[in-house]
């Protein structure tokens, strides 16, 4: 089956992780067991998910001009990124992300962003041959959302397919929702987006309606080791996610969203693309690191060739 040609908006982080048995409360110190460099950011993590899912992808981001942001340029090209839609920013350096991981597998994360704040409406117009003859782009709330909105309106004009992955949670305009095609929440973001507590399957549902109402037409709301509930005209269903032992959780967003876009119109059902998806962001958690552990797509067809008949 073709995979899409996938345009990713958004950002890099260098990522500095590091291990603890459980995380600290305010005020106190614990000791890690563990620190490791890695390139991160939602933006370079769906991009380089969907590139090892086999789709021709290319990301638009800004890093600084430092020694970071040129590491960062040489390992997503290493990885197949079409990275000359990356620019370089003067005065702010690379973007960076502070993780600590529990002994559970759970993080909590501190983003300092530099030049990802930098990325301008101005960078994504210089940049729109890039969609011209792209199927989907993905994009996410890691650079100002004037970006991300000239983003959107860039690919409404090419009609190219829009998938928002609204993460960090914020507020967002049901004017920029308009324009957007599926978009991937996780629980805390779609109650923040809708005003919904989900506590139950009656929220869920009552949640996934709101966003349809700002013009939504996929919802795609992700419940972590649950699964995800699917909503689109017609039809919803929860389908559940593969029981793994997880080791590090982060970046297994940015892995399902990564596989979502390099598969969406390209199998058959919806339902079929988004269970790839789930099963590319559940063996990520199996190893550590965001970049590192995003499996192959020979990886994600062993597991379904294994898992058929079971």
């Keep these: 089956m073709r995979s899409n040609k996938v345009i990713v908006v958004g950002s890099y982080n260098v990522d500095m992780t590091v291990k603890v048995d459980v995380f600290p409360k305010a005020g106190e110190t614990v000791i890690g067991n563990g620190l490791a460099y890695g390139h991160g950011g939602k933006g370079a993590n769906q991009a380089v998910a ?25 390992a997503l090209t290493l990885k197949g990124v079409n990275t000359h839609s990356i620019q370089k920013e003067k005065i702010e350096p690379t973007g960076m992300a502070f993780i600590t991981v529990d002994s559970q597998g759970e993080n909590n994360i501190v983003v300092a962003s530099g030049a ?31 970006s991300v909105s000239a983003a959107i309106k860039m690919a409404q004009e090419t009609d190219v397919t829009v998938i928002l992955n609204p993460a960090p949670a914020q507020t967002l305009a049901p004017d920029l929702l308009k324009d957007v095609d599926i978009i991937t929440p996780n629980r805390a973001e779609a109650e923040m987006l809708t005003g919904i507590k989900i506590t139950d399957d009656e929220s869920l549902i009552k949640s996934a309606e709101k966003l349809h109402s700002y013009g939504v037409k996929i919802v795609l709301i992700t419940l972590g080791s649950e699964g995800v509930f699917m909503s689109h005209p017609g039809k919803s269903m929860l389908i559940p996610a593969i029981k793994v032992h997880a080791v590090d959780t982060v970046g297994a967003g940015d892995v399902f969203n990564g596989v979502l876009a390099a598969y969406y119109s390209n199998i058959n059902t919806l339902e079929a693309v988004v269970e790839r998806a789930m099963i590319a962001a559940g063996l990520s958690v199996t190893s550590a690191g965001a970049q590192t552990s995003i499996p192959t797509l020979e990886a994600i067809k062993s597991y379904q060739l294994e898992h058929s008949n079971t």
């Design 116 to 146: 990802n704040g930098k990325l301008s409406p101005q960078d994504i117009t210089s940049e729109s041959s890039v969609f011209e003859d792209a199927d989907v782009l993905l994009t996410q709330l890691e650079t100002p959302l004037e």
């Design 50 to 74: 969907a590139c090892l899912a086999r789709a021709r992808t290319s990301l638009l981001a800004k890093v600084g001009s430092d020694l970071y942001g040129k590491r960062a340029i040489e």
